[in-house]
């Protein structure tokens, strides 16, 4: 195997209540839970993958949703190689701010930063809830502006990995040698990576902090 | 080195001075900040003397009884009175004694008799309990301070008479009724949810009932609630950890809310009747999180204690609109509402989030990243080490310490602990947090130095927050010690070894940071305000940008930073918003005339309706840059309709007679700075260069060379000359506009009548009708009984019919309105006249360009005529002179023409004013509309032949 690691540092964005924790939740733990605090500030977790020959360390700074926190959104997205936009597809107006974030992440946001658009809570749709935002608004909105787009699920986990996976692609690998973080890098052993290339939908052990 | 060492401490000491120079506060204000009193209390007079508490059921008091001889403390101190309390500070030792004194418990006030020289009262309070108050100082002072107290307690009987009621909801008077006297089945009052879902922790019973005896006894000696002493022990009962049943009322005795409650008894019930089944984006982000509020607490997974929860925040959300709902509020209400009843909850709520983190939950969050920024200050100074460490691993410090602030630790550590750390909170205030937070850094400081990234940063902090229960020091040999657990250890850092952090260092490093962080905050929502602005046509960025700050800047009770008033502007705001950029609009002479004032208020009136996207009466800043773009388009027609559609009301397309006379109104105001010759218009301004131009030439004889002419100096012009060709031919549009409105005006209704009376009669009656309303419709502009309309095209028509107005339309009203200065260079100086000229003056090229034009003019004619010149030849001798000469010249020209092209067309207009003006006041009368709308072509061929002869 390969020991090189790749880090990716990525931020979720995207109105309160929309379940960007929750993806995050599902991604590094595989759980779920219905009524998690509303995150205060901002959280921080990481999560190694296997992407092919690749280990993708993935640093994951999820943020405060409620508008109020916006001003302190910069302070996370700075130097982000990658972004999640989180909408809710219940709520158009969880979309509209959607597209705020990209017009934002597009003029302040480190250059070449690779945005995946995500539409969450696609279970509730499947328990008979209203879809509010149009798939195809969503990927018309993504066409216009280069985004990945994907719809997902954190309650019963439908897509969530594929969006990281997506990301871990679409982000140009580092030779070892431009590692940043090489000393963390040496650290992990085989057994704490997940392939995510053959266990789509499987779980996702947690690499944790404690490493 | 040594010199190099005293500047240091000289700069050292003038940071100390300008850290003293911190804006300080009023007395009134520190006085209620220390005693936690409610914003209506300022002092109305305070003495000196001596004070004593003899408290009803004191034991001490019993033994009096029995011995009959008086024995308490004397204190001697300050008293202070304000409208609704009697404040005591004991003048040597601040803690031990302050008593607070509600005026409403006092039950009677007498002189008392044993004093014969300074006067002595005897305060007797609801309880029994007596204060015995020895004034010291002038008898007459003391005298006044009574008079004073007697009036207060005149102007508080309404509060006196609920006093019971509200005495009912206090855990402290339960306790004292039922075990002094014997009201054994006397009720527990309400309170908060830990009563029916239990409270945090395990407590043991004993342990509880213990404490809860400690205070018992306190209340006895010392009082309670709204009239109580407090001392050291007071301060000691806090810090062993306040009994769950009686954590509510401490909390809010310490936080003063209890005040704010007992003032306001209704006001929690009130407000959400008032706001029953309204919403708000508040109300609906409280939805999104009531679910998400302590869920791991019984009660917040069932439908009481969410519908208590909800009733809270929405209260407080209408209470305070500027803070409305912020996230982690829900968490802090969450965990105020375990000890506290609803009402309880809602004022230790608002307390809270306007004294001791105020700004912390405002739209801005200006609050949180200020402390943010302390918080660090002091980790830098305190901790450099880790200090160092966090910068070169850059470590994001706020991502763990945001969240002890904001949520005061409640989503940080445990609930049995945050409770505790709330505790030390509420009596001392926002120093607390910092020592506390600093003291997690301390403690851990040596796992963290190991951290090299923020996942390990973030994981040694989680796993001591879980540990807190465990013991700090599990290796050590001395059982004792090792019964200390690490959340002992956590206090014990906190409050000893960061005692050093005091309220008023807090409140230094705030105001050293405060404009930093609030211009961050500034430049931050501007830019994402700007970044969602709507599509704009005509105005520029940089143009938004200063409408934006012109637009907050109007906007006097709205601040940016703080995100606090309304950010929408309502009609006088507007005007003077308007005033600020707009020539029209900035105050003159004319607001003494009462026509003009109405004039003005009826076209902003106009211009503010049509702005007013959601008829609220208030615009918002995308209401003003949509409006503004399609004021100063440059297009002629699109500015003329605009104009247009202001005054058709009904979006008809027609103008009726009173709209007719209001837009004429209207054009009236808004040509008024020319009207007046405050400013210059375009044509004025072509004149005034014309005729220094020809004055240079006439100096000069013809003889000039074109190197003299750069920039003419001391030329004298005539300007009352010029301000009255200016004001007459504005004087002159506008009377010619009405004349041609009513001239060209469709009878359209009239017409119909007319046919419908010709159908119904015969011929020869339908002949004379016929006259007669070919008569009526030469003379309808004077008749005002039948409605006349002008529709779009005629009123374009008769606006280009006017060289003023059509200029008003193209381009005056666009120069008029100063959206590209910034707001700095707008204020400087308002554009007179004298400055206008001295504009021209100075700029040479301009003028030398004239003058070249009329030296040229003149070589030409020079053999031909005599040196007379007409302005008219001069303009169209322009391009004659190109082509006669030399090639540098030629050159020169051509960059003029490219300069000037906007000109073009203006050009051809100066040459008709000019006429005008030639011919004299009889022929401007008999001028005819038509022959300016289509200047007639056989007249300025005329001109043109002319030219080419002369040349030839």
């Not at chain 2, 529709?791 to 005056?812: K, P």
Request: net charge negative.
């Amino acid at each position: 195997m390969n020991s090189s690691v790749t880090s990716i540092k990525l931020v979720l964005l995207g109105e309160a209540a929309v379940g960007k924790s929750s993806i995050v939740l599902r991604f590094v733990s595989n759980d779920f839970s219905e009524n998690k605090e509303p995150t205060i500030g901002a959280a921080f977790l990481t999560q190694r993958v296997n992407i092919g020959e690749q280990t993708v360390k993935f640093e994951i700074w999820d943020t405060a949703g409620q508008e109020r926190f916006a001003s302190l959104a910069p302070m996370y997205y700075r130097n982000a190689q990658a972004a999640l936009v989180v909408y809710d597809i219940t709520k158009p107006q969880s979309f509209i701010k959607a597209r705020h974030w990209v017009k934002e992440l597009h003029e302040q946001a480190s250059k070449g930063i690779v945005i995946a658009l995500v539409g969450n809570k696609l279970d509730m749709i499947e328990n008979g809830g209203e879809r509010k935002v149009a798939k195809e608004e969503a990927e018309k909105l993504a066409e216009e502006e280069g985004l990945l787009f994907f719809e997902t699920s954190a309650k019963s986990g439908e897509n969530v990995n594929e969006v990281f996976l997506g990301i871990g692609e679409k982000i140009p690998i580092k030779k070892p040698g431009e590692q940043a973080n090489e000393q963390s890098g040496l650290r992990i052993t085989d057994d704490q990576r997940v392939d995510l290339t053959n266990s789509v939908n499987g779980p996702v052990r947690s690499a944790g902090c404690n490493c | 080195m040594s010199f190099l060492g005293s500047l240091r401490q000289k700069a050292s000491f003038w940071d100390k001075i300008a850290e003293n120079f911190a804006p300080s506060q009023t007395r009134d204000e520190k006085f209620r900040n220390e005693y936690k009193l409610p914003l209506e209390e300022s002092i109305i007079d305070d003495t000196n003397a001596d004070l004593s508490f003899i408290s009803a059921y004191s034991k001490s008091k019993e033994l009096k009884k029995k011995e009959g001889q008086a024995m308490a403390y004397v204190y001697s101190g300050k008293l202070f009175l304000t409208p609704h309390y009697l404040v005591f500070r004991d003048a040597f030792d601040n803690s031990s004694c302050i008593m607070i004194l509600n005026v409403s418990t006092i039950k009677r006030v007498e002189r008392a008799p044993f004093s014969s020289y300074a006067l002595s009262l005897v305060v007797t309070l609801y309880s029994g309990t007596q204060v015995l108050i020895q004034f010291i100082g002038v008898r007459y002072r003391s005298e006044q301070f009574c008079e004073q107290l007697k009036k207060c307690l005149k102007g508080n009987i309404d509060h006196a008479k609920a006093l019971p009621t509200f005495l009912d909801s206090c855990y402290s008077e339960f306790l004292l009724r039922k075990n002094l006297l014997q009201m054994k089945d006397i009720k527990a009052p309400g309170g908060g949810l830990g009563q029916k879902f239990k409270y945090p922790g395990q407590n043991t019973v004993a342990k509880e009932k213990a404490k809860l005896r400690l205070w018992f006894n306190y209340f006895r000696e010392n009082g309670a609630n709204l009239a109580i002493v407090k001392n050291y022990t007071f301060e000691k009962l806090i810090r062993v950890g306040v009994p769950s049943r009686i954590r509510g009322e401490i909390w809010e005795l310490c936080s003063g809310s209890v005040y704010l409650r007992q003032q306001s008894p209704h006001e929690f019930q009130e407000i959400l009747a008032k706001n029953e089944g309204k919403t708000s984006q508040a109300v609906e982000e409280i939805e999104k999180d009531l679910k998400r509020s302590l869920p791991e607490y019984s009660a917040y997974q069932t439908e009481e204690g969410i519908q208590r929860l909800r009733r809270v925040l929405t209260a407080y959300s209408w209470k305070n609109p500027d803070v409305g709902y912020c996230q982690a509020m829900n968490i802090v209400a969450a965990g105020l509402l375990i000890f506290m009843t609803e009402e309880q909850a809602f004022w230790c709520l608002s307390k809270l989030c306007d004294c001791y983190v105020p700004g912390y939950y405002s739209k801005t969050m200006y609050g949180t990243l200020l402390d943010q920024k302390v918080f660090e200050a002091f980790v830098q100074e305190k901790m450099p080490v880790l200090w160092e460490h966090i910068e070169k691993y850059d470590i994001q410090l706020s991502v763990v310490s945001l969240p002890w602030f904001l949520s005061l630790f409640f989503t940080s550590m445990p609930l049995e602990y945050a409770v505790r750390i709330m505790d030390i909170f509420f009596m001392n205030g926002s120093k607390t947090l910092f020592q506390v937070a600093l003291a997690i850094l301390r403690i851990n400081g040596e796992d963290l130095l190991e951290a090299e990234d923020d996942g390990m940063f973030i994981a040694i902090l989680k796993n001591y927050f879980l540990t807190l229960d465990k013991s700090s020091h599990p290796e050590s040999a001395d059982p004792k010690f090792r019964q200390i657990t690490k959340f002992q250890e956590l206090l014990v850092t906190a409050f000893k070894e960061f005692n050093i952090i005091t309220e008023s260092m807090v409140t230094q490093h705030r105001s050293k940071y405060q404009n930093g962080i609030l211009q961050n905050i500034e430049t931050f929502v501007k830019k994402t305000q700007l970044r969602h602005m709507p599509k704009t046509f005509h105005l520029e960025e940089f143009e938004l940008s200063n409408i934006y700050d012109l637009f907050y800047q109007s906007i006097a009770t709205h601040k940016i930073g703080m995100g606090t008033g309304s950010s929408n502007m309502d009609f006088p705001v507007f005007v003077g918003f308007l005033a600020k950029f707009c020539d029209w609009c900035k105050p003159s002479d004319s607001d003494r005339n009462p026509t003009y004032v109405e004039q003005k208020n009826e076209f902003l009136k106009r211009l503010f309706k049509k702005w007013d996207s959601s008829k609220t009466g208030e615009l918002t800043l995308n209401d003003v840059v949509y409006g503004l773009d399609k004021l100063v388009t440059n297009d002629l027609l699109e500015s003329i309709n605009y104009f247009f559609s202001l005054y058709d009301g009904d979006d008809d397309g027609q103008l009726q007679r009173e709209e007719v006379l209001q837009i004429s109104e209207g054009l009236l105001f808004l040509t008024d700075p020319w009207k007046t010759g405050k400013f210059v218009d375009a044509l004025t301004k072509k004149s005034i260069e014309e005729s220094i131009a020809e004055q240079f030439v006439k100096e000069h004889g013809g003889e000039v060379k074109m190197s003299d002419v750069q920039l003419p100096s001391g030329v004298t012009i005539d300007e009352e000359k010029f301000k009255a060709e200016q004001s007459e031919r504005y004087l002159q549009a506008a009377s010619n506009f009405l004349q041609r409105s009513f001239e060209y005006a469709q009878p359209v209704e009239l017409e119909k009548d007319i046919n419908l009376i010709d159908l119904s009669n015969d011929d020869q009656e339908g002949a004379t009708e016929k006259r007669e309303f070919n008569s009526l419709k030469a003379n309808a502009a004077l008749d005002p009984t039948h409605p006349k309309v002008i529709n779009l095209a005629t009123f374009r028509m008769i606006i280009l019919a006017d060289e003023s107005y059509e200029l008003l339309f193209s381009q005056t009203l666009r120069d008029s309105i100063h959206t590209s200065e910034s707001v700095n260079s707008s204020d400087t100086k308002n554009k007179a006249l004298r400055n206008m000229f001295d504009g021209i003056i100075a700029d040479g090229r301009r003028v030398a360009e004239s003058v070249r034009r009329r030296v040229d003019s003149v070589a030409t004619k020079g053999s031909i005529a005599s040196t007379e010149s007409n302005s008219n030849q001069t303009t169209h001798s322009n391009a004659v002179s190109a082509v006669s000469g030399n090639a540098q010249e030629k050159t020169e020209d051509l960059d003029d023409f490219t300069t000037e092209q906007p000109g073009e067309h203006e050009e051809l207009l100066s040459n008709s004013w000019i006429e005008m003006g030639d011919t004299g006041d009889d022929s401007l009368k008999q001028s005819r509309p038509l022959r300016s709308i289509q200047p007639n072509p056989v007249e300025s061929e005329d001109n043109q032949p002319d030219l080419i002869e002369f040349e030839t």
